[in-house]
């Protein structure tokens, strides 16, 4: 069972971010999610700050965290380290990789069912 495991969205964008997270507390509405897009005043981009914010005020303490571009996901690896709670950072395509997660979490599915459909998602370099 998943649903102790929270989910963190981290995307450059304030937009884009919240239209995920409508999208996403649709088909998962007893998931934990934050989320947090754009900087502290507003610009397109990330803050340190403001992922720590979206990472504390998840309640779970398992969280798998999702980004959108390279410095949100530097930012994610800063936050993780800081916090006390257990963060897996995934490298897969972003709505498609929430969007899955959310579901299979809802679902109740084991956590090697999830990361198995992940694992197909995943950011090849």
């Known amino acids: 069972m998943t649903t102790n495991i929270?989910?963190?969205?981290?995307?450059?964008?304030?937009?884009?971010?919240?239209?995920?997270?409508?999208?996403?507390?649709q088909v998962a509405p007893n998931v934990s999610i934050t989320f947090v897009g754009g900087t502290v005043d507003g610009d397109i981009g990330t803050s340190f700050e403001t992922v720590?914010?979206?990472?504390?005020?998840?309640?779970?303490?398992?969280?798998?965290a999702f980004y959108d571009l390279g410095s949100a996901k530097m930012n994610l690896e800063m936050a993780a380290e800081l916090?006390?709670?257990e963060i897996e950072i995934m490298d897969v395509s972003f709505i498609e990789g929430v969007y899955c997660t959310a579901?299979?979490?809802?679902?109740?599915?084991?956590?090697?069912?999830v990361i198995n459909e992940l694992e197909k998602l995943m950011i090849k370099r």
């Open 6 to 25: 929270g989910i963190v969205m981290v995307s450059h964008s304030k937009d884009i971010v919240k239209g995920l997270y409508d999208l996403i507390h």
């Open 52 to 64: 720590q914010q979206a990472i504390e005020e998840n309640t779970s303490n398992q969280l798998f």
């Open 83 to 85: 916090s006390e709670k």
């Open 103 to 113: 579901a299979l979490f809802e679902m109740n599915a084991d956590l090697p069912a």
